[in-house]
């Protein structure tokens, strides 16, 4: 099924730290980002990325719930989509204080529910990889009260947190181009993996049939809700 259904290492990689990529050009020239993850080898592929001049990323393999750094190293953290995702987030958000100085930010974003697109790729998952894969990718969605995101984030020791609600419009590459790439790179990478080259073909395919009513000329535009809360140490 070649490259479309095997998205290269370079691109997965790109995919899953774009994030830190993005943070490290806010901060440039003089301010620098430290990328963190659990999985050594997403690191290694984020490692042999070559970066703009200019732009300085430290990569540090560690989990969220026990933060390789000393306490007040970091004057920002940000976590998009990962909060949900933690065994532990009350520890989690406890760990992202600790390495704050006292006049550090959190930043960090949910999903507050499924767009088209993400129905439609629950769906695929659930008839083509099964049931586990599904419950992977509802987890995604699990944080999206907003009352109780301001919960765990004063509950964790900061102060001054104030939830934004933010309806937008969520573009993405052509589901042929994209949905195995954006696959890759998250929770259910392996079982996607496992499931062989048919099934990674039929989820394109459902993909493309489902959400064809959201594909214009530049690729996927899809309705999209998330809340994004800020908070000082």
């Not at 691109?11 to 993005?22: C, I, K, Q, T």
């Not at 440039?28 to 042999?48: F, I, S």
């Not at 933060?67 to 909060?83: E, H, I, N, R, S």
């Not at 004063?154 to 947190?161: T, Y």
């Given at each position: 099924?070649?490259?479309?259904?095997?998205?290269?290492?370079?691109?997965?990689?790109?995919?899953?730290?774009?994030?830190?990529?993005?943070?490290?050009?806010?901060?440039?020239?003089?301010?620098?980002?430290?990328?963190?993850?659990?999985?050594?080898?997403?690191?290694?592929?984020?490692?042999?990325?070559p970066l703009p001049p200019g732009i300085t990323i430290q990569w540090?393999?560690?989990?969220?719930?026990?933060?390789?750094?000393?306490?007040?190293?970091?004057?920002?953290?940000?976590?998009?989509?990962?909060?949900?995702?933690?065994?532990?987030?009350?520890?989690?958000?406890?760990?992202?204080?600790?390495?704050?100085?006292?006049?550090?930010?959190?930043?960090?974003?949910?999903?507050?529910?499924?767009?088209?697109?993400?129905?439609?790729q629950r769906e695929a998952l659930g008839r083509y990889v099964g049931?586990?894969?599904?419950?992977?990718?509802?987890?995604?969605?699990?944080?999206?009260?907003?009352?109780?995101?301001?919960?765990?984030?004063?509950?964790?020791?900061?102060?001054?947190?104030?939830?934004?609600?933010?309806?937008?419009?969520?573009?993405?590459?052509?589901?042929?181009?994209?949905?195995?790439?954006?696959?890759?790179?998250?929770?259910?990478?392996?079982?996607?993996?496992?499931?062989?080259?048919?099934?990674?073909?039929?989820?394109?395919?459902?993909?493309?049939?489902?959400?064809?009513?959201?594909?214009?000329?530049?690729?996927v535009a899809v309705p999209q809700e998330v809340n994004v809360a800020?908070?000082?140490?």
């Open positions: 099924m070649g490259s479309v259904l095997r998205p290269s290492s370079r691109e997965r990689g790109r995919w899953a730290f774009r994030n830190s990529r993005l943070a490290a050009r806010r901060v440039a020239p003089g301010g620098a980002v430290t990328g963190v993850d659990l999985n050594e080898g997403m690191l290694a592929l984020a490692r042999r990325l540090r393999q560690g989990s969220a719930v026990a933060l390789p750094f000393a306490d007040g190293t970091y004057q920002v953290v940000l976590c998009q989509q990962g909060l949900q995702f933690f065994p532990d987030r009350l520890k989690a958000l406890g760990e992202m204080r600790r390495v704050l100085t006292s006049a550090g930010r959190v930043a960090l974003s949910v999903w507050t529910g499924a767009s088209p697109y993400f129905v439609a049931v586990n894969a599904t419950m992977a990718s509802t987890a995604a969605f699990s944080l999206g009260n907003a009352d109780e995101l301001r919960g765990l984030v004063q509950d964790a020791g900061f102060r001054d947190v104030v939830v934004h609600h933010v309806r937008m419009t969520l573009r993405l590459p052509p589901p042929e181009k994209f949905v195995l790439k954006h696959l890759s790179a998250g929770p259910v990478a392996e079982l996607v993996a496992a499931a062989g080259d048919e099934a990674r073909a039929a989820i394109v395919a459902h993909m493309q049939t489902v959400i064809r009513g959201y594909v214009d000329g530049y690729g800020t908070a000082h140490v």
